[in-house]
């Protein structure tokens, strides 16, 4: 008798782990919320390994001296991240493909990716091609391709008689992205540039032709041509959906509290604690808004709070513009994006280990 109970006891005991277990699946484990720790084990891997890395990102090669800001690890608050494992990735992702489209965002954690991937297996087969706007890497004895289409506001930019036209409504470009298993979308950096690096002279509104408009609401705007997009095209049973979410700069020191801070520069450590000072960047409620009407499941890569508290991430004078330029909008490769992409591991194959 006491044996039946103890085996009753214990099946009800495995049961209820289970069923917890599942509600803390689908509920419990926000990864976005957490902290980041300090680690001594470095990143994933050495920069100097991956042949990846454009010079717009590879901060050690162009003299980064220290190397702090590749020592810490994201900690959600309620759960552990399963840590990345390239050749698990490449394994369970065989015959398949994921496409990142935006601006250099997307190629900062497309780089990530590829590196993640490449240096995980010793001698690494890959081809690399470039057809138009689409950049392709093909790890071959796994049949995985993982795709770039450079696509700055996602909707089209269209040159007409009267100059470059970018059409809010109007999502072309969006026929490259058909068939492929895994789509991670960005845009942002781009709707507020203005003077000889705004790619495009008119602004499409319906009917309207536009010399400009208040620009929050043209993203806006855009945002809800794409919605449509996936709304249309997407079958969700062959085709998952992300948004990377808004990526932040950091060029005003009061936003960290170090006032006299005009950027990045000589920022060795992130902000310890799970609050930036600075609050939100006002495009992520709208771009939560659009994402909120929208019919099938995309998943939002919520890494803008994790990220602003990463103000010494970027590459600052050790990117592409040398000495001159301060760039404290990319990350440094290793480096933020890495979590980014670990997260996204995480999400796509369900590795939740609860603490
Ligand atoms: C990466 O490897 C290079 C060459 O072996 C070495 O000098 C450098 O310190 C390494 N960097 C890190 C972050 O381990
Ligand atoms: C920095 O941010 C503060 C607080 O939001 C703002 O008052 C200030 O104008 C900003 N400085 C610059 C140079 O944009
Ligand atoms: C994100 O950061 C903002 C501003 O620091 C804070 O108010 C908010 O609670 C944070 N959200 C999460 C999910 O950590």
Same mark, same amino acid.
């Given at each position: 008798?006491?044996?039946?109970?103890?085996?009753?006891?214990?099946? %009800?005991?495995?049961?209820? /782990?289970? =069923? *917890?277990?599942?509600?803390? $699946?689908?509920?419990?484990? &926000? !990864?976005?919320?957490?902290?980041?720790?300090?680690?001594?084990?470095?990143?994933?891997?050495?920069?100097?390994?991956?042949?990846?890395?454009?010079?717009?990102?590879?901060?050690?090669?162009?003299?980064?001296?220290?190397?702090?800001? %590749?020592?810490?690890?994201? /900690?959600? =608050? *309620?759960?552990?991240?399963? $840590?990345?494992?390239?050749? &698990? !990735?490449?394994?369970?992702?065989?015959?398949?493909?994921?496409?990142?489209?935006?601006?250099?965002?997307?190629?900062?954690?497309?780089?990530?990716?590829?590196?993640?991937?490449?240096?995980?297996?010793?001698?690494?087969?890959?081809?690399?091609?470039?057809?138009?706007?689409?950049?392709?890497?093909?790890?071959?004895?796994?049949?995985?391709?993982?795709?770039?289409?450079?696509?700055?506001?996602?909707?089209?930019?269209?040159?007409?008689?009267?100059?470059?036209?970018?059409?809010?409504?109007?999502?072309?470009?969006?026929?490259?992205?058909?068939?492929?298993?895994?789509?991670?979308?960005?845009?942002?950096?781009?709707?507020?540039?203005?003077?000889?690096?705004?790619?495009?002279?008119?602004?499409?509104?319906?009917?309207?032709?536009?010399?400009?408009?208040?620009?929050?609401?043209?993203?806006?705007?855009?945002?809800?041509?794409?919605?449509?997009?996936?709304?249309?095209?997407?079958?969700?049973?062959?085709?998952?959906?992300?948004?990377?979410?808004?990526?932040?700069?950091?060029?005003?020191?009061?936003?960290?509290?170090?006032?006299?801070?005009?950027?990045?520069?000589?920022?060795?450590?992130?902000?310890?604690?799970?609050?930036?000072?600075?609050?939100?960047?006002?495009?992520?409620?709208?771009?939560?808004?659009?994402?909120?009407?929208?019919?099938?499941?995309?998943?939002?890569?919520?890494?803008?709070?994790?990220?602003?508290?990463?103000?010494?991430?970027?590459?600052?004078?050790?990117?592409?513009?040398?000495?001159?330029?301060?760039?404290?909008?990319?990350?440094?490769?290793?480096?933020?994006?890495?979590?980014?992409?670990?997260?996204?591991?995480?999400?796509?194959?369900?590795?939740?280990?609860?603490?």
């Amino acid at each position: 008798m006491v044996w039946v109970r103890s085996i009753f006891s214990f099946s %009800l005991i495995v049961l209820l /782990q289970q =069923l *917890a277990n599942a509600q803390n $699946r689908a509920s419990a484990c &926000d !990864f976005f919320q957490g902290r980041w720790v300090p680690d001594s084990s470095l990143s994933l891997y050495n920069s100097t390994t991956c042949p990846f890395i454009e010079r717009e990102f590879a901060c050690q090669k162009n003299g980064r001296p220290d190397l702090n800001y %590749l020592k810490y690890i994201w /900690q959600p =608050l *309620a759960c552990n991240l399963v $840590r990345f494992d390239g050749r &698990d !990735f490449l394994e369970r992702f065989k015959g398949k493909s994921i496409m990142f489209v935006g601006d250099s965002l997307s190629r900062n954690q497309f780089q990530s990716l590829i590196c993640l991937l490449y240096t995980s297996i010793p001698n690494a087969q890959y081809t690399v091609e470039r057809v138009g706007d689409v950049s392709t890497v093909t790890f071959t004895e796994f049949g995985v391709k993982v795709m770039l289409d450079r696509s700055v506001y996602l909707v089209d930019v269209v040159r007409e008689e009267i100059g470059r036209v970018l059409k809010l409504d109007s999502i072309e470009g969006g026929k490259l992205w058909k068939g492929i298993d895994t789509l991670i979308f960005n845009t942002w950096h781009w709707w507020y540039r203005r003077g000889p690096t705004q790619p495009w002279d008119y602004v499409q509104v319906g009917n309207q032709i536009l010399k400009d408009m208040d620009r929050m609401a043209a993203f806006q705007r855009a945002l809800t041509t794409w919605a449509g997009w996936v709304d249309s095209n997407i079958d969700p049973t062959k085709t998952m959906v992300f948004f990377q979410g808004i990526s932040p700069s950091h060029y005003n020191g009061t936003d960290w509290n170090e006032p006299q801070k005009h950027n990045c520069l000589g920022q060795e450590q992130p902000l310890l604690g799970s609050t930036y000072p600075g609050g939100l960047p006002p495009a992520l409620a709208v771009l939560k808004g659009v994402l909120s009407k929208i019919k099938k499941p995309v998943t939002l890569l919520d890494i803008t709070n994790l990220s602003l508290l990463r103000k010494d991430g970027h590459p600052s004078k050790y990117g592409l513009g040398g000495p001159t330029v301060m760039d404290c909008s990319h990350w440094c490769l290793a480096g933020v994006p890495d979590t980014w992409n670990q997260i996204l591991y995480n999400i796509v194959f369900e590795q939740v280990s609860h603490s």
